[in-house]
């Protein structure tokens, strides 16, 4: 299977407009009202990680993908994914901080919040406007193996990839 990745995240995490920013197009961040597969990107509404009536939905979803982001929004001081969230599911996980360009962006409380959801894999510091991680993202995407992101992450650990 192609490496392909579905976005994870509640209302206004980020998940249309960084799915726009990586694959570089214009598509409208309407509210998402379905799933929306988009090349190698599954967007998600945020209803489907709000309302547990749509958890069976996420779950035979993630079965279609390789990968599995993880969005949280750098303003944000809630996590609204329970505690270590990405071990329930057999897909990579990626962590991503969203927004980090923005005036109340507070990136450290983010990664120790989104850390508590993501117990293990990397978290990549992000913004669609200045563009800032997306390249990280692709190239954990085009990973295929655990220790082959592992590796990727541990060669370009920086401020943004943790
Ligand atoms: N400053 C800033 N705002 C962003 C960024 N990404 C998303 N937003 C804003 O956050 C809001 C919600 O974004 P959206 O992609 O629709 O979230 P979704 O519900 O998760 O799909 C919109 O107003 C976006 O413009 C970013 O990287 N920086
Ligand atoms: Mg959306």
Redesign the pocket.
Known sequence: MRNRVMMM??????????TNALLETESS?T??QTLSYRDWIV?TP?EYMENPYYYKTIMATALEVTHLIF?FDATSAKLTFPPGFSQGFTKLPIGVI?????PEANVERAIRILRMALPKGPIVV????TRKGLEHIKELVACSTTQAMKDYAESHSSEILI
């Open positions: 995240g509640p209302i206004g995490a980020g998940k249309t407009t960084l961040a509210k998402t967007d945020g969005l969203t927004k980090s360009d923005h992000t913004s669609a406007v």
